[in-house]
């Protein structure tokens, strides 16, 4: 069996893509294939699965060198099981830039393609082959769109990401505005979460300078839900650091209405991090970034120490 799955810390693209794959792999290639999850999703994931009526993936356990994956919205090997070069990689279907570090036992299929979603890169490669998907799976890569791109507002997005909503939204019958707002409130509803969970959320760990951060974005339409826990959060960031042998914890509450950011400023090291980055002078421990809104495109490529 096809084991497909994405990076720790799943979104809905992560989460969605995998089942995208799976259906393509049993439906149309007839193999043997299932869609796992590194661990729990996020909140919006979980709503796009519940109104699409398609089962959450189970969560991927130990894995084997005798063991056939797919890796899916990842290329890097730190957002992945720690063993993933021991087993036999079939196929990595993404969107970011490569990050190194993964070897393979021979030849795979890889494509990564620069758009928005994941979803995107397989509407192409599905191909004719969308016209037997059934709404749900239709359904799936309408909902990867729009959460990458923030219903188009996010500088990642490409004609491609626009037109496959579009085509889609229309055989559903869809109103792009008025899912894309359910999707977005579901994301925003944090009050079940803890202060580390929240930082773990939506992360990535990135290198530069020789500082190594752990960069969490937190995407919503009520960022001062997010913004009144400051105190609790920055504290929370020194267990994180140690758990997770990094230097330091940047999150950044990306207000999806306004299109900006507010990034946490809890120390000096993050006062430069933000005045070198962004560009912007620093007062207390909150700077607001007018424009960013994108991790792959705005924060990472900037980030400087």
Not at 70 to 86: C, M, Q, R, S
């Amino acid at each position: 069996m096809i084991k497909i799955f994405g990076h720790l810390a799943p979104d809905t693209d992560a989460t969605c893509s995998a089942l995208i794959w799976e259906w393509y792999l049993t439906a149309i290639q007839g193999k043997d294939a299932r869609a796992y999850v590194l661990e729990a999703p996020n909140s919006e994931a979980a709503f796009v699965l519940k109104r699409w009526g398609v089962e959450m993936p189970p969560v991927l356990g130990d894995l084997s060198g005798d063991d056939e994956v797919v890796i899916v919205d990842t290329n890097n090997p730190g957002e992945l099981p720690a063993n993933i070069n021991d087993t036999n990689i079939a196929e990595i279907i993404d969107h970011h830039m490569l990050a190194g570090g993964l070897k393979t036992k021979g030849p795979i299929k890889i494509t990564i393609r620069p758009v928005a979603s994941t979803a995107t890169v397989m509407h192409w490669l599905i191909g004719r082959d969308m016209d037997k998907a059934p709404d749900a799976i239709k359904g799936l890569i309408l909902s990867c769109v729009l959460s990458d791109t923030l219903e188009f507002r996010s500088p990642t997005t490409t004609p491609t990401d626009r037109a496959v909503a579009a085509k889609l939204a229309g055989d559903l019958g869809i109103d792009i505005p008025s899912y894309a707002a359910e999707m977005f409130a579901a994301k925003s509803d944090i009050s079940h979460l803890s202060d580390a969970e929240l930082l773990r959320l939506d992360s990535k760990k990135y290198e530069t300078g020789g500082k190594s951060f752990r960069v969490s974005v937190l995407e919503t339409t009520s960022p001062a839900v997010v913004l009144n826990r400051r105190a609790s959060l920055i504290a929370a960031m020194k267990a994180i650091e140690a758990e997770d042998s990094v230097d330091q914890v940047l999150l950044f509450v990306v207000d999806i209405l306004k299109e900006e950011a507010t990034l946490l400023v809890p120390n000096d090291l993050v006062k430069t991090v933000a005045e070198k980055s962004f560009g912007v002078a620093v007062s207390g421990d909150a700077v607001v970034l007018p424009g960013v809104v994108s991790r792959k495109k705005q924060i990472i490529p900037s980030l400087a120490v």
